[in-house]
């Protein structure tokens, strides 16, 4: 399977965010790791910037639009949207939003658009969530849309931590660079393959 990741970013700000962009694209390395760790699938990955313009998406951008151009593309490719924007409308209990090889987030800045190392890991954490339906929806999981948000209300209501990696993808207690979702809580093992 190919994992690609699109970055999205307004025409007036494709010069912004290098330090976002430089984040996500070790971010697709890590969850080239992750997902071999907690789903023991093999992915490949891919990562690119798409600017909104007049010639390919202009309009209030939302799912619909971003749907069309998954398909535009190939819709066997899994193509993960980072967005400027909050999904309209969602079932999941984060700003994103999932369905077959598609998921979505939105990658939030801070106010004055500069680099926040606190919220991109933030960010990351909500693309673990959509992965984590996407992966489970593939294995064929009837949960894997309960199961994904049971974990993340442990997570924010409980006392779930999320779990931390450092920048060489090692568990750590402190200094992370990147947050997903606890993964071990789907008791995916080898045996199910
Ligand atoms: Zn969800």
Redo the contacts with the bound molecule.
């Keep these: 399977m190919l994992l690609h990741f699109i970055f999205l970013l307004k025409e007036k700000e494709k010069l912004q965010h290098q330090d976002d962009y430089a984040y996500i694209k070790e971010m697709s390395k890590f969850y080239k790791f992750w997902i071999q760790k907690n789903f023991l699938v093999d992915v490949e990955i891919n990562c690119d910037v798409l600017i909104a313009n007049k010639r390919n998406i202009i309009q209030r951008l939302d799912i619909p639009l971003l749907m069309k151009d998954h398909f535009t593309r190939d819709k066997n490719t899994y193509h993960f949207y980072l967005c400027y924007f909050k999904p309209i409308w969602t ?4 700003d ?1 939003y ?1 369905a077959e090889n598609f998921g979505m987030t939105w990658w939030q800045y801070t106010k004055d658009n500069c680099y926040d190392p606190q919220l991109v890991q933030k960010n990351c954490a909500i693309v673990s ?2 992965i984590s ?1 996407e992966l489970l929806r593939q294995q064929k999981n009837k949960k894997y ?1 309960d199961i ?2 049971q974990i ?1 209300s442990e997570h924010l209501f409980g006392e779930l931590k999320f779990q931390q990696y450092d920048e060489n993808f090692c568990v750590t207690e402190n200094d992370s660079k990147f947050l997903t979702i606890d993964a071990s809580k789907f008791n995916i093992s080898a045996f199910c393959h």
């Design positions: 079932d999941c209990s984060c994103g999932h969530h959509e339906h849309i994904v948000h993340w």
